[in-house]
């Protein structure tokens, strides 16, 4: 009797569905994002990487219901597919600046008063464009004029060297009139001295009962820097800062900044927070 070849049933069967592209479902999870948050950021000129960002944000944040939460720079790199943790951290400063993203000690999230991002639109883009334009037309104009006399190639040459001048002036215009509309506001120096001893009421760091001129010098300084970096100096952003300096110090187990284990040594004092090194490494969490 002749044996039959034994048929051998492959062990996975693929099915037509499963080569099907999966349709997202809100089954899967969802995340609940205010319109008016969703409609700020399409009108915010942000770049592509400041976008993914932003949304990466989102995702460590709202989705877990949560409007700020501890983020490192490894995992918002992570989560926004940036190149790496320094790339995650520059652009992080630069959404802090614009008021996009705000920071609360080591949390950051996005800044829900939106009111207050600055849209980072430059005047210049669109005139300049249009100086642009004309510079690429102009040379078309003389190439086509090759086989005219000289006389005429000169007033060609003057004339738009008088547009492209004019143009220039318009340009120029806005920028002649934006130190009329940007008014400095004094520095709050008993707001800060107020805060500052606020913050450091319950440590060992000694409060301060008065404000000298060096010292006003020093509050100066870094008002400026935190106009630089968050757009104003309020004594809200001086609090911010202190709370987060005293956050981190406490965090401490040598406890450095508090005169270390023992109490006996060094304790940093307002001289030394006040000082632009200090901020720098504060907002770097690398203190």
Same mark, same amino acid.
């Given at each position: #009797? %002749?044996? &039959?070849? +034994?048929?051998i049933n492959?062990?996975?069967?693929?099915h $037509?569905?499963?080569s099907?592209?999966?349709?997202v479902?809100v089954?899967?999870g969802?995340?609940?994002i205010?319109n008016?948050?969703?409609?700020?950021i399409?009108?915010?000129?942000?770049?592509k990487?400041?976008i993914?960002?932003?949304?990466?944000?989102?995702r460590?944040?709202?989705?877990?219901h949560?409007?700020?939460?501890?983020i490192?720079?490894?995992?918002?790199?992570?989560?926004s597919?940036l190149?790496?943790?320094?790339?995650?951290?520059?652009?992080?400063n630069?959404?802090i600046?614009?008021?996009v993203l705000?920071?609360?000690?080591?949390?950051i999230?996005?800044n829900?008063?939106i009111?207050?991002?600055q849209?980072?639109?430059?005047p #210049? %883009?669109? &005139?300049? +464009?249009?100086?642009?334009?004309?510079q690429?037309?102009? $040379?078309m104009n003389?190439?086509?004029k090759?086989?005219?006399?000289?006389t005429t190639?000169?007033?060609?040459?003057?004339?738009k060297?008088?547009?492209?001048f004019?143009?220039?002036?318009?340009?120029?215009?806005?920028?002649?009139?934006l130190?009329?509309?940007?008014?400095s506001?004094p520095?709050?120096?008993?707001?800060?001295?107020?805060e500052?001893?606020?913050?450091?009421?319950?440590?060992?760091i000694?409060?301060?009962?008065?404000m000298?001129?060096?010292r006003k010098?020093s509050?100066?300084a870094?008002?400026?820097?935190?106009?630089?970096?968050f757009?104003?100096y309020t004594r809200?952003?001086?609090?911010d800062?202190?709370?987060?300096?005293v956050?981190?110090?406490?965090?401490?187990?040598?406890?450095?900044?508090?005169?270390?284990?023992?109490?006996s040594?060094?304790?940093a004092?307002?001289?030394?927070?006040?000082?632009s090194?200090?901020?720098?490494?504060?907002?770097e969490?690398s203190?």
């Amino acid at each position: #009797m %002749n044996a &039959q070849p +034994k048929q051998i049933n492959p062990i996975l069967k693929l099915h $037509p569905k499963q080569s099907e592209a999966k349709k997202v479902s809100v089954d899967d999870g969802y995340t609940q994002i205010p319109n008016e948050l969703l409609d700020a950021i399409l009108e915010t000129d942000l770049t592509k990487p400041q976008i993914k960002l932003v949304l990466g944000v989102i995702r460590k944040t709202f989705s877990w219901h949560k409007e700020m939460d501890w983020i490192c720079n490894e995992q918002l790199a992570e989560i926004s597919r940036l190149c790496d943790d320094k790339e995650a951290s520059r652009i992080k400063n630069e959404l802090i600046k614009m008021r996009v993203l705000v920071k609360d000690g080591r949390k950051i999230g996005l800044n829900l008063y939106i009111s207050e991002w600055q849209k980072k639109q430059n005047p #210049m %883009n669109v &005139q300049s +464009k249009k100086v642009v334009q004309k510079q690429v037309k102009n $040379p078309m104009n003389v190439q086509q004029k090759s086989n005219e006399c000289t006389t005429t190639k000169e007033t060609i040459t003057k004339e738009k060297i008088n547009n492209e001048f004019t143009n220039v002036n318009s340009v120029q215009q806005p920028e002649t009139s934006l130190p009329k509309k940007t008014k400095s506001e004094p520095v709050d120096y008993q707001g800060v001295m107020e805060e500052f001893n606020r913050a450091v009421e319950d440590t060992p760091i000694p409060q301060i009962r008065a404000m000298s001129d060096e010292r006003k010098r020093s509050v100066h300084a870094l008002a400026k820097i935190l106009r630089k970096e968050f757009g104003g100096y309020t004594r809200q952003h001086f609090a911010d800062y202190f709370n987060d300096f005293v956050r981190q110090a406490s965090s401490r187990k040598d406890r450095f900044y508090f005169g270390g284990l023992d109490g006996s040594a060094w304790v940093a004092n307002f001289g030394y927070i006040i000082r632009s090194k200090t901020f720098y490494k504060t907002w770097e969490d690398s203190l």
